[in-house]
Nanobody, 122 residues
C-alpha cells in the first residue's frame, strides 16, 4: 500500500524558512514524479512545485519561484520542499503527491498524503 507522510510544518514568522519532508513507502516513489500542493482556508488546492522521478527537472508555481526549492532523495524515498522568505499568503495545509509529469509540467497525482500545516505570521 502506497503511503505518503508529510512533516516539517509549523508556525514561522514572515521572512522565515521551513523545510517540509514527504516520506513515502509502498514502492512507487522511484518511478514517480513528486509534487507539492497547498490549500488555504476557503480556497481550492493549488499546485506549488513538482520534480521528475530522475530529479533533473522541476516546475514551480509563479507565486513561489525563487523562494521555494523542491528536491528528492531516491535512496531514502523522500521528497523535500525548502521554503524561504515565507509570507503570510503561504499559510496553508501542504500536501505531497506521487504522480506524473508531461513535458516537465505536473500532469496528475495518483497518491496523496494527509498534509502538514504551515502558518506564517506577519
Amino acid at each position: 500500500q502506497v503511503q505518503l507522510v508529510e512533516s516539517g510544518g509549523g508556525l514561522v514568522q514572515a521572512g522565515g524558512s521551513l523545510r517540509l519532508s514527504c516520506a513515502t513507502s509502498g514502492g512507487t516513489f522511484v518511478s514517480s514524479a513528486m509534487g507539492w500542493f497547498r490549500q488555504a482556508p476557503g480556497k481550492e488546492r493549488e499546485f506549488v512545485a513538482a520534480i521528475t522521478w530522475t530529479g533533473d527537472m522541476t516546475d514551480y508555481a509563479d507565486s513561489v519561484k525563487g523562494r521555494f526549492t523542491i528536491s528528492r532523495n531516491n535512496a531514502n524515498f523522500t521528497v523535500y520542499l525548502q521554503m524561504n522568505s515565507l509570507k503570510p499568503d503561504d499559510t496553508a495545509v501542504y500536501y505531497c503527491a506521487a504522480g506524473s509529469m508531461r513535458q516537465s509540467i505536473w500532469y496528475k497525482g495518483y497518491y496523496w498524503g494527509r498534509g502538514t500545516q504551515v502558518t506564517v505570521s506577519s
